[in-house]
RNA sequence: GGCCGGGUGGCAGAGUGGUGAUGCAGCGGACUGCAAAUCCGCGUACGUCGGUUCAAUUCCGGCCUCGGCCUCCA
């Protein structure tokens, strides 16, 4: 089995072939910082962290960059808008933005390059497009001159003629051709801005990843990814950056993952079906929200739902019980070939995860020892190549929001229990349903085992 | 208008030119003091109309329908 990803450059499946057999390089791009993090802006973390894990299965050595966008004309407005200095919100927000997906169980990447830290190698570039006669300078602007690219939009399959007729905005005067976009661009003294050869300014929003990605993955590099939003025009006008500028190939396969629906609505702030990771984190645990994410396949549109999130808690509470029901020590080897080929297909989680419920069965009924560790470890391998079941099954179950009305503790349920097991040796029946029925008015599923008794909450 | 994706059983959601997805829900059974969990069994699913084929949910075409993008957006 070898990898297959669908490359948006070509529109179908092909085998990853890597530039270099034993290192691979792929860019992902980040969050731009100025709010919290929404489940949009979790789906691709989410879906590359699989693409991530699942490479560094199959190649010995694996560069993975998610840049930092901290300078943006939104953290401007926002900035204005709470009249606290841009590095103190673009701090504070990459924070949060860190905590929430090391819930998700998200690794991080191997390179996090901001865009603040890199605007020389921005200048650079900017510098070498004008040079080669691809951007010119207007008015403190410096453009890109879209006509000067023969095979401008390639990636979006799109023509300048299309693009000339779809123009929503008003064209701004400097621009020699309506399709032009903005490398650098002047700030007034309130903005941030930085010297260059056009004056104090900032860069256009396109020009980091192409400065970044070159630095640390070099000019051509195997995988670029992101949201289908960015296809066009941000990913395109990548390509056009790269490309003039370096006279060589930039990222070889392009994936983009589906759009983000909430209840089969678009996700947007005026409809105010806007979750944020934070919030959800407060309704359910960040390994339901990860498999939630994984439950469909990442190029399909996801439509989040309550009771979506619902049924991912109830597969991690059937996965969690079969690994605490097998009362062995199992070490995780490696993933087995089925999950490995689901994954390995264009990352086929949803069918990974039907693997994983396959496995969870035989682990149910395996007998002996030997096949309960056996069972167990591919489990345990499985779901650590998705990023779930890595924590402690007891830790599972007894989940409960932060700062929830605390209910009963775990140790005064453990006492309930031991007084229901007492009334059951004594065949006190009546006392031992009357605390079970307490229990469960209060959420605590209880489960009898030969080997004792298991709670749970809901 | 241009360009893209979709329409699979009650629900979610893979996949395939010819027997099984998987899970949840439901029904029956085993187990249990009773439950829960677990195991076993149970479902005339592939928008529509045509075409190709020995055979189409799967390939091709028309139609209906849903959604997205067209320089704010993961």
Known sequence: MALVLYNTLTRRKEAFEPLKPDHVGMYVCGPTVYDSAHIGNARPVIVFDVLYRLLTRLYPAVTYVRNITDVDDKINQRAKDLGEPIDIITART????????????????????????????????IETLIAKGFAYEAEGHVLFSVPSMSDYGSL?????????????????????????????????????GWDSPWGRGRPGWHIECSAMSG????????????????????????????????????????LHNGYLMVEGEKMSKSLGNFFTVRELLAQAPGEAIRLCMLSSHYHQPFDWTAEGLKQARATLDRLYTALRSANVDAEPGAAPIEVMAALEDDLNTPLAIAHLHEL???????ESNADKAKAKAALLASGQVLGVLQQDADAWFKWQPDGAAAGLS???IEALIQARTDARKAKDFAESDRIRK????????????PQGTTWKRV
């Open 94 to 125: 990459t924070k949060m933005f860190h905590d929430d997906i090391a819930e998700l169980n998200v690794l991080p990447p191997t390179i996090e390059p901001r865009a603040t830290a890199h605007i020389n190698q921005m200048i650079a570039m």
């Open 156 to 192: 979006s399959r799109r023509s300048m003629d299309e693009m000339i007729a779809g123009a929503r905005v008003e064209v701004a005067p400097y621009k020699k051709n309506s399709a032009d976009f903005v490398l650098w661009k002047p700030s007034t003294p309130d903005l941030p």
């Open 215 to 254: 630095q640390y993955l070099g000019t051509t590099f195997d995988i670029h990814g992101g949201g289908q939003d960015l296809v066009f025009p941000h990913h395109e006008n990548e390509i056009a950056q790269s490309v003039c500028a370096n006279g060589a190939p930039f990222a070889r396969y392009w």
């Open 360 to 366: 969870a069965t035989a682990l149910n009924k395996a």
């Open 410 to 412: 775990d140790s005064e």
């Open 438 to 449: 307490h229990l469960i008015d209060l959420g605590i599923i209880l489960e009898d085992f």
